[in-house]
T-cell receptor
Framework: QQQVKQSPQSLIVQKGGISIINCAYE??????FPWYQQFPGKGPALLIA?????SEKKEGRFTISFNKSAKQFSLHIMDSQPGDSATYFC????????????FGAGTTVTVRA | DAGITQSPRHKVTETGTPVTLRCHQT?????MYWYRQDPGHGLRLIHY???????DKGEVSDGYSVSRSKTEDFLLTLESATSSQTSVYFC??????????????FGPGTRLTVL
């Protein structure tokens, strides 16, 4: 079964709005939580990542919020732009699975101009 | 795409035929991976390699085999293709498999259709 559950499956946001994608995991041994961004016809690319020793990480308009006790983490895209329209995948890894990445099912974000 | 090429980029084949997909990297990264991407499933690991001739299974390895005879090349073989193997296949590479050094770089993908 999928070790990382991601929601929603898709979302539409207006330009300038906030996009929020949520992920949940069960394996408490996970200690690395990256987000990948994928444009149509391309391979995924690392967007931002967080370790569980911090509760938030921000890079530009992208922020990861991490809640260790709830075993949840989320991606916030502030001031969403049409160029942010893509599929976003959360992932997790840890020594319990030999650091192999377990991916969520993906969220397709559409930003309307 | 970080010095990763995949060939072919598109392939249509018939059920029961063998198919080999190739991944080539110019980054000299130790680890290489094969994933398949399907709607509703995200990316699922098929096989990975941690060095020349060193490979291991991922979560969806049945019906697939791999080989790595050179650092730069990682081959994925579908021994007898089935319609359930219709998918987009991605190769990825990384320098290591631990924590923040585990950034994986993905190739452009191969779209495989099995009729």
């Amino acid at each position: 079964q999928q070790q990382v559950k991601q929601s929603p499956q898709s979302l539409i946001v207006q330009k300038g709005g906030i996009s929020i994608i949520n992920c949940a995991y069960e394996n408490t041994a996970f200690d690395y939580f990256p987000w990948y961004q994928q444009f149509p016809g391309k391979g995924p690319a690392l967007l931002i990542a967080i370790r569980p020793d911090v509760s938030e990480k921000k890079e530009g308009r992208f922020t990861i919020s991490f809640n260790k006790s709830a075993k949840q983490f989320s991606l916030h895209i502030m001031d969403s732009q049409p160029g942010d329209s893509a599929t976003y995948f959360c992932a997790a890894s840890g020594d319990s699975n030999d650091y192999k990445l377990s991916f969520g099912a993906g969220t397709t974000v559409t930003v309307r101009a | 795409d970080a010095g990763i090429t995949q060939s072919p980029r598109h392939k249509v084949t018939e059920t029961g035929t063998p198919v080999t997909l190739r991944c080539h990297q110019t980054e000299n990264h130790r680890y290489m991976y094969w994933y398949r991407q399907d709607p509703g499933h995200g990316l699922r690991l098929i096989h990975y390699s941690y060095g020349v001739k060193d490979t291991d299974k991922g979560e969806v390895s049945d019906g697939y085999s791999v080989s790595r005879s050179k650092t730069e090349d990682f081959l994925l073989t579908l021994e007898s293709a089935t319609s359930s193997q219709t998918s987009v296949y991605f190769c990825a590479i990384s320098e290591s498999m631990g924590g923040s050094y585990n950034e994986q770089f993905f190739g452009p993908g191969t779209r495989l259709t099995v009729l």
